[in-house]
C-alpha cells in the first residue's frame, strides 16, 4: 500500500496549516483514516531523510509540522526565528531558562536564582505567550507559580518539555534554590 496520493495530500495540508496537528486532526481534514494518515507520515519521514530536502517532519507539541531540517535552521534561525518571534533580551533568556527548568516556580524562586528583579523579563514572557500562571504554592500568602507554555515548545522546537537538553551537574545546581 503506498499510498502515494494521499501522502502527497497530507504533505499539503501540513505545508499550509501553521499549528502543528496530531493525526486526528489530520485525518479529519484530509477525510482519511487514522490509519491511513500514520502510514502517510511514516512515508513522508522517510522521503524527508534525503540530504536534498531542506524540510523535515517534526512533532511539536503532540503535533506534526513540517520544519526546516535542524542543520540548516541553525543557520537560519537568526533572520527568520528572531523576524517571526522577535528577539528576547539576556535577562529574559535567562529568567524563561530559569521557569522551564525548574517549573513550576514562582517569581520570587526565580528573583532568588537570578539574584536581581525579574519584572520586565516575566512582563515580557507573558506577553510573547512563552510563559503562563499553572497555580499557587501552598505556602504563606499562595504565591503565583508560573511554567513554559506550547508557545515555548513551538519556538524551541520541542516536542515536550521533557525534551529540553539535559544539564550537567554545575548547571543544575544554578537552577535549584538553597532549601
Given at each position: 500500500?503506498?499510498?502515494?496520493?494521499?501522502?502527497?495530500?497530507?504533505?499539503?495540508?501540513?505545508?499550509?496549516?501553521?499549528?502543528?496537528?496530531?493525526?486526528?486532526?489530520?485525518?479529519?481534514?484530509?477525510?482519511?483514516?487514522?490509519?491511513?494518515?500514520?502510514?502517510?507520515?511514516?512515508?513522508?519521514?522517510?522521503?524527508?531523510?534525503?540530504?536534498?530536502?531542506?524540510?523535515?517532519?517534526?512533532?511539536?507539541?503532540?503535533?506534526?509540522?513540517?520544519?526546516?531540517?535542524?542543520?540548516?535552521?541553525?543557520?537560519?534561525?537568526?533572520?527568520?526565528?528572531?523576524?517571526?518571534?522577535?528577539?528576547?533580551?539576556?535577562?529574559?533568556?535567562?529568567?524563561?531558562?530559569?521557569?522551564?527548568?525548574?517549573?513550576?516556580?514562582?517569581?520570587?524562586?526565580?528573583?532568588?536564582?537570578?539574584?536581581?528583579?525579574?519584572?520586565?523579563?516575566?512582563?515580557?514572557?507573558?506577553?510573547?505567550?512563552?510563559?503562563?500562571?499553572?497555580?499557587?504554592?501552598?505556602?504563606?500568602?499562595?504565591?503565583?507559580?508560573?511554567?513554559?507554555?506550547?508557545?515555548?515548545?513551538?519556538?524551541?522546537?520541542?516536542?515536550?518539555?521533557?525534551?529540553?537538553?539535559?544539564?550537567?551537574?554545575?548547571?543544575?545546581?544554578?537552577?535549584?534554590l538553597a532549601r
Amino acid at each position: 500500500m503506498e499510498l502515494a496520493r494521499e501522502t502527497g495530500f497530507v504533505e499539503s495540508i501540513l505545508f499550509l496549516e501553521s499549528e502543528p496537528l496530531n493525526v486526528r486532526s489530520l485525518a479529519a481534514k484530509a477525510q482519511l483514516s487514522d490509519e491511513v494518515v500514520e502510514k502517510c507520515i511514516e512515508n513522508l519521514i522517510e522521503k524527508y531523510k534525503d540530504d536534498s530536502c531542506g524540510v523535515e517532519l517534526s512533532m511539536i507539541t503532540g503535533g506534526y509540522c513540517l520544519t526546516p531540517k535542524k542543520e540548516y535552521w541553525e543557520v537560519l534561525k537568526e533572520y527568520y526565528g528572531s523576524k517571526r518571534e522577535g528577539k528576547l533580551s539576556k535577562s529574559a533568556m535567562e529568567t524563561l531558562s530559569i521557569i522551564a527548568y525548574s517549573q513550576p516556580i514562582t517569581r520570587s524562586e526565580i528573583e532568588a536564582i537570578r539574584g536581581v528583579g525579574v519584572d520586565n523579563a516575566m512582563r515580557l514572557l507573558i506577553e510573547k505567550n512563552l510563559v503562563k500562571e499553572v497555580g499557587k504554592k501552598d505556602a504563606p500568602g499562595r504565591p503565583t507559580q508560573f511554567g513554559t507554555t506550547k508557545e515555548f515548545l513551538k519556538l524551541f522546537r520541542l516536542n515536550s518539555i521533557a525534551d529540553l537538553p539535559k544539564l550537567d551537574e554545575d548547571e543544575a545546581e544554578r537552577f535549584e534554590l538553597a532549601r
